[in-house]
Structures are given as C-alpha cells and as structure tokens.
C-alpha cells in the first residue's frame, strides 16, 4: 500500500514528507479554531525547551519551517507532555524543530478540542497537503467553539 494514500500511517522510524511552509498568517487560525475557549495567542518554542502546561493545539514544524505535525493535548502535562511522548519516536526527535502553542481554557472539552484541530488542518490545508496524516472532522466546530 502506499504511503501516500490518506490516512495509511507510516512505520514508526519512517519519515513522512513534510507539509507546507509555515507562513506568518497561519499562527492566528490556531487561536481561532479553539474559539471562546482560546486562553491566550499563539506563540513559540523550541521542541526540547516546550513549557506548555495546559491543554491546547499545538503546531509543530522542522529546521526549515514545514509543517510536520499538527496535534492536541487534554492530558495533564499539556502540550508539553505531548511532545515529549512524540519525541520518544526517533524521526520526530529528529524532525521535530519548533512548535507552536494556541493555549486553551482547562475547561476545554475533548469533542471542542478534537473540532478545532479538524478545523485548524481544514484551515491549513493539510487533510489534501499531508495526505498520509488523519485528522478528527471540523464538524459542528462552529456551535462547539462558542462558549456558554
């Protein structure tokens, strides 16, 4: 099967192609797919140095600022959790350079994140840019997002 058929993962210590470069008008869609329950902007930090502690989206792009993951985390140690579990696996220690952080509200329900990280690879392009890669559906982001 090949690797490049959507939603066909590749093995563990493979290195999938990357996606699109990271552009300065994508960071602001990561506050925006989490919507009301967005604690604060978006911003960056080096893979190894990550201090995240809250649950959130999280972008994550190589030395030459593609982007190669793009993920959630509703765990207690936060995004930076998250990305120490991914750097466990040797191509993302490899890969893995800098990520981006769109802080959310403790509050945040699974189903409200999971809607905003299908929104954010909508808003990004990446379901037809980095077709080896799934993502949960955008569906009723909007009505998800709002915040009681």
Not at 18 to 29: D, K
Not at 55 to 60: D, E, K, T
């Amino acid at each position: 099967m090949s690797s490049t058929l959507p939603g066909v993962r590749t093995p563990q210590d493979a290195v999938p192609p990357p996606g699109p470069v990271l552009l300065p008008s994508h960071i602001p869609l990561l506050a925006r797919a989490l919507g009301g329950y967005s604690s604060s902007d978006p911003y960056w930090s080096r893979v190894d140095t990550v201090e995240a502690f809250s649950p959130g989206l999280y972008l994550v792009v190589d030395a030459q600022g593609r982007i190669v993951w793009l993920g959630i985390s509703a765990g207690g140690q936060g995004v930076t959790g998250r990305i120490r579990t991914h750097l466990a696996e040797p191509w993302k220690r490899a890969v893995f350079h800098r990520v981006w952080i769109a802080p959310a509200y403790d509050s945040i329900p699974r189903p409200v994140l999971e809607a905003a990280e299908g929104w954010a690879a909508d808003a990004l392009a990446l379901r037809t840019r980095m077709p080896h890669r799934t993502w949960p559906p955008s569906t009723n982001w909007l009505s998800l997002v709002g915040r009681p």
